[in-house]
């Protein structure tokens, strides 16, 4: 149904220029959360995955060639209304013209659990802490264009369908399947059945190599680039593997007590289930991904955390490489994986690098490990 306004400050396009992504997730009614898709392609990936369409703005000239998709927006939502504004109105919205005329919103879909995410999966990925919303986005994409099956996100990772998220995965948020790992193991020491040996200890009384690099030296695969809305990465060092606090600017908002001085150093921030990040006090709290590794290891999957450890294999790996069923768990390059999470996996891995380089972006180094596994147990894909 098309309906001509004069003006963006019509109360009716709030949805597109004025609420916050927090806001659109409505915490206190969560039947009425919506998510904005940003182009033409986007809004057709959430069609197709089945998402119910709200509203659309659309720009007077795109009208005829937005036909097709306007179309199956009135078939699967018979009514939805097409908002069209006067090309000097639209240019008051910032970057309106980089999303090929046209921002729809559609119903939130009801959250999976961590079973139901990864029901039939070979290849999950795991996020942890990863804070940054390009980089959530892009790993997406990296997962649905590489043939992983399923991602969960820890606790305080951001939401993947968050506006930016959304726009950089060009949609595939809507494609693969996605959980938030509950945050009932935080605080809680990961404990192994007694005389349980972890699959690295078991590769190196082998006798094999465990894939250690060969030519080049193994590098650190986390990464946030989590400079804020630049995508730059954060850090070109390596990383350190415990959790001290997150670097982003909201996190440091958060952090901020009401008298404006920041949060004792033992206190940690992390985000609620609608990525709203809150205070808590005391060092014992952990926000990381080490209760859906133990989940994942229940429901049959080898379980392998992206970080630089001394006994850490190569992705070509025989224990991979014939695993039936494989998650990878990637973290930050500013802090790294929680110790609690390295621990709980079955072993660590690497990506051997050369020139110096010790490090990738976790949107590049995910895209890596899911090429080189994607293949198995039939012919292995060379990961380089």
């Known amino acids: 149904m098309i309906i001509r306004l004069e003006t963006l400050d019509d109360a009716r396009l709030d949805v597109f220029a004025r609420l916050t992504d927090v806001q659109l997730r409505s915490r206190l009614e969560p039947e009425r959360a919506i998510l904005i898709a940003e182009s033409d392609k986007v809004a057709a990936r959430a069609l197709e995955a089945g ?7 659309v720009g007077e000239k795109w009208l005829q060639p937005l036909s097709g998709l306007l179309d199956q927006v009135e078939a699967a939502a018979p009514g939805t209304p097409v908002f069209v504004l006067p090309p000097e109105e639209l240019q008051r919205l910032t970057g309106f013209e980089l999303t090929r005329g046209l921002l729809a919103t559609f119903r939130r879909p009801a959250p999976l659990t961590v079973a139901q995410a990864v029901e039939g999966a070979r290849l999950v990925a795991v996020l942890e802490n990863i804070t940054n919303h390009t980089n959530v986005g892009a790993i997406f994409r990296s997962a649905a264009a590489l043939g992983a099956d399923a991602v969960l996100v820890s606790p305080a990772c951001y939401d993947p369908f968050y506006r930016r998220a959304v726009r950089v995965s060009m949609g595939t948020v809507f494609q693969i399947p996605w959980a938030r790992i509950p945050a009932d193991g935080e605080g809680e020491d990961v404990q192994r059945p007694e005389g349980k040996r972890t699959e690295r200890e078991t590769m190196g009384e082998d006798g094999a190599d465990g894939g250690r690099s060969r030519g080049g030296d193994c590098g650190t695969l986390f990464g946030t680039g989590g400079a804020g809305e630049s995508g730059e990465d954060e850090s070109s060092g390596r990383g350190g593997m415990g959790a ?32 709203a990040p809150s205070v ?23 379980v392998v955390a992206m970080a630089l450890e001394e006994d850490s294999l190569q992705l070509s790996a025989p224990l991979l490489q014939r695993a039936p069923r494989v998650a990878l768990v990637f973290g930050t390059e500013g802090v790294g994986l929680e110790p609690a999470t390295i621990a709980a996996c079955d072993a660590t891995v690497c990506i051997p ?12 180094s995910s895209a890596v490990g899911f090429y080189a596994l994607k293949g198995r147990p039939g012919e292995a894909l060379p990961c380089f």
């Open 353 to 364: 690098m050369f020139h110096g380089v010790d490090s990738l972006n976790v949107a590049a």
């Open 244 to 275: 001290k606090g997150f670097q982003s600017a909201e996190y440091e908002s958060a952090r901020k007590g009401s008298g404006g001085k920041a949060a004792s150093g033992g206190d940690r921030v992390i985000l609620a289930a609608d990525g």
């Open 51 to 57: 998402l119910q369409p709200v509203s659309l703005l």
């Open 280 to 302: 808590h006090r005391g060092a014992t709290v952990r926000a990381g991904a080490a209760a859906g590794v133990q989940q994942l290891q229940r429901l049959g999957f080898t």
